[in-house]
């Protein structure tokens, strides 16, 4: 059936919560210091910018790739 992922650092976590501890941590200002993103500088809001980083993968790998510097 389905292999466990214990080397895998993000499973069981969803887009919604990395993004959440991300901005509790830095801030919107930090992490478009961080990742340099539209969505984190115009505007930032959980919605809009989960719906950009649910359409736009290279994104989405920055986004997770922080989180995993940041919390590993």
């Known amino acids: 059936m389905s292999q466990p992922q214990a080397n895998n650092p993000l499973h069981g976590l969803t887009l919604e919560k990395i993004l959440t ?13 961080e990742i340099h993103l539209n969505c984190f ?5 959980i919605k809009s910018s989960l719906k950009f980083l649910r359409r736009t993968q290279w994104a989405r790998d920055k986004v997770e790739a922080l989180y995993i510097r940041t919390f590993s």
């Open 41 to 45: 500088y115009n505007d930032p809001s």
């Open 21 to 33: 501890q991300l901005v509790e941590h830095y801030g919107w200002e930090g992490l478009d210091a």
